[in-house]
């Protein structure tokens, strides 16, 4: 089948080059000149685990293209929209700006019977405005637009791809549902469920789906804290809950507060949501203010590790993106972490492993440096702010000799407190007994 992909950011370039990988002939566009010619040149803007070697595979095979204008789509079936949806500055509500513009440079182009896809993650209603906009654009079409949210995890995303918990197709038409079957069939040997609804309640699906556990790390962060006051280890309480089949050992992590490119723009465009219908959404707004707070409060953590000031001294942060095995910063709990260290008077050295070109547009005053050992060197404290699999097994005598005081924060509860006490650091963690 002939498939279009419009945007090829972390979810257009996997999901294209997944499809071209189940067989498909797939086109990516990107109105990012700049980006298509990196592609073209064998170049992975994203760090993305397998990527470079699944879309050189596909474009060598010639099932894969990319391109900065809107080529061949008048001769896709399917055209699926994969741009972003931020967070609209001043109201929190999504910004579909590139969604609707999207679909108005591709409406004249469309082939009459094409599908018009919506993978990127919407507000309930925007399938409707897609729909009405091509009627205008286009009355002579029968265009069907389609909502298939994507739920892959940055880090994993080829194998969430290809490994699908569900795949979730919002369409009445029947048609539309047989060709979307299609475009998926290759998968049916790891036979994923397909839920076929309506394409309203499939927009909502995905809103709900990233609320939920957006609100399990947070329940699990507001009993670290609880555990914390009380002597209790919240290691073992999220271990004694998630072993119950009810509730599930996932998302039981707790940390610096939920940050990403999907889970802060989300709660808050499904906050607008129901604000725009007259319901209240109570568990979903202290979910969002009880993370926003938390982010800052982190800050507070380090300082209390440095007997109350962090001024004047210098604090090494290991991780900058918002989890491991990316590069995306985008709302990383780091920012406000670091931000906060700055305005209280800190210098900061940092080190990540993928994300540092990213993170130095947004935190123009942090020193990057070359590894963990070089960040660390002179600092008062170290804070692990991402669980990148280098920062588990780090040299603790090597670190505690370049360090000027041996302080360690680890905002992911990545080390044992034992272990630490051995290698003789003062060591914070999050809502752990017998630690500082
Ligand atoms: N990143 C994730 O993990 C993830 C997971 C599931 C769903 N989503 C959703 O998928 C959507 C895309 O997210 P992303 O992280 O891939 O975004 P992104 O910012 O990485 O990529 C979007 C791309 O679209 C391009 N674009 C914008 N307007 C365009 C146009 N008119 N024509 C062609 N290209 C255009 C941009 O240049 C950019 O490269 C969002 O709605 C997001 O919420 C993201």
């Not at 050992?249 to 707790?254: E, Q």
Request: with cysteine; hydrophobic share 45%.
């Amino acid at each position: 089948m002939r498939v279009t992909m419009i945007g090829a950011g972390y979810v257009g370039l996997v999901s294209g080059a997944c499809f071209a990988d189940f067989g498909h002939q797939v086109t990516c566009i990107d109105k990012d000149a700049g980006r298509i010619a990196a592609l073209n040149r064998g170049e992975i803007p994203i760090f993305e685990p397998g990527l470079t070697d699944l879309v050189a595979a596909n474009t060598h095979q010639g099932r894969l293209e990319f391109a900065a204008a809107s080529s061949r789509i008048g001769e896709a079936e399917a055209v699926f929209i994969a741009v972003g949806t931020p967070s609209r500055r001043g109201d929190g509500h999504a910004d579909l700006t590139f969604v609707y513009d999207a679909v108005r440079e591709i409406a004249p182009l469309l082939s009459p019977a094409a599908l018009v896809i919506t993978k990127s993650t919407v507000p309930v209603g925007t399938g409707d405005e897609i729909e009405h906009i091509l009627r205008e654009k286009r009355p002579d079409a029968e265009i069907q637009v389609v909502s298939n949210p994507e739920f892959l995890r940055e880090g994993a995303a080829i194998q969430d791809f290809k490994h699908p918990d569900r795949i979730v197709v919002g369409t009445e038409d029947a048609r539309a549902r047989a060709v979307v079957a299609e475009i998926y069939r290759p998968l049916y040997l790891n036979a994923p469920p397909i839920i076929y609804v309506s394409r309203r309640t499939a927009e909502l699906i995905k809103y709900a789906a990233n609320a939920f556990l957006a609100t399990k790390i947070t329940f699990i962060n507001e009993i670290a804290d609880l555990c914390e006051a009380v002597g209790a280890d919240v290691q073992e309480v999220a271990r004694g809950m998630g072993l119950d089949n009810r509730i599930g050992a996932k998302f039981l992590h707790p940390g610096p507060g939920f940050g990403g490119s999907c889970f802060p723009k989300d709660t808050s465009a499904l906050l607008k949501t129901a604000q725009d219908h007259g319901v209240a959404l109570r568990i979903v707004e202290a979910v969002s203010a009880v993370n926003e707070q938390r982010k800052r409060a982190m800050a507070r953590k380090v300082v209390a590790a440095l007997d109350g000031s962090v001024r004047g001294k210098t604090v090494a942060v290991f991780g900058l993106t918002f989890k491991p095995n990316t590069d995306d910063i985008r709302d990383s709990p780091a920012i406000p972490l670091i931000t906060a260290l700055h305005d209280l008077g800190a210098a900061v050295r940092g080190y990540d492993p993928a994300g540092m070109e990213q993170a130095k547009s947004q935190l123009p005053a942090v020193q990057y440096c070359d590894s963990a050992y070089d960040a660390a060197k002179g600092a008062h404290a170290v804070v692990i702010a991402t669980e990148w699999e280098q920062f588990r097994a780090l040299d603790l005598a090597r670190l505690k000799r370049v360090m000027a005081t041996p302080v360690i924060v680890d905002l992911r509860n990545i080390y044992r407190v034992d272990e630490m006490r051995r290698a003789d650091f003062r060591y914070v963690a999050v809502g752990r007994a017998g630690v500082d």
